[in-house]
């Protein structure tokens, strides 16, 4: 997959058919994990560079789309001990409060919506971090990015109490500040 430039925007060649790239996340230079294309060509699994790929197509106003995935990454009830998974939503913002609920509710910590989003945006701006979180820039056109988290054999309901910025105990430090 190469992303190049066309009248100040960009695209996608897979497989050599060119895409418009609405959003494209690389874990490396180009290792892509997943891709929203627009375009005229229809885009197929055999497309794909490896066999470990799903794709989902759309269509709204007469155009074409595709989302093409990893579904490694997307595979959310494996019940691995390790695993690194990725959440999108539609803004930055938007993709930490889905990882940030999802560590909520698989360690059943129960964390207000609200408090969730003051938390998501405060890692959105980069105000919190945590090492088992990684933020990845978008390669497309929305300029917004995807979130993955690496579960690994450490991660216990103590690192999902550290990352969520909540007490055990329910006491005032559960207070997003």
Known sequence: MNVFEYEGKKCISINGKDYFLIRGYAKHYDKYIFVQVAGNTPLHKEDMPTKDWEIVSSKADDKKSW???????????????????AFLGA?????????????????????????????????????????????????????????????????????????LNFSKKGDDKNEIH
């Open 91 to 163: 803004t930055t913002a938007g993709s930490y409060y889905v990882a940030l609920n999802f560590i909520a509710k698989k360690f059943g910590i129960d964390l207000p919506a609200d408090k969730i989003h003051k938390l998501a945006d405060k890692y959105s701006k980069g105000k919190s971090e945590h090492f088992c979180i990684s933020e990845f820039a978008d390669n497309g056109n929305t300029g917004q990015s995807m979130v993955l988290v690496e579960f690994n054999a450490g991660f216990d309901e103590e690192m999902a109490f550290e990352i």
């Open 67 to 85: 989302i093409a995935y990893v579904k490694s990454y997307f595979s959310y009830d494996t019940g691995k001990a390790t695993s690194v998974l």
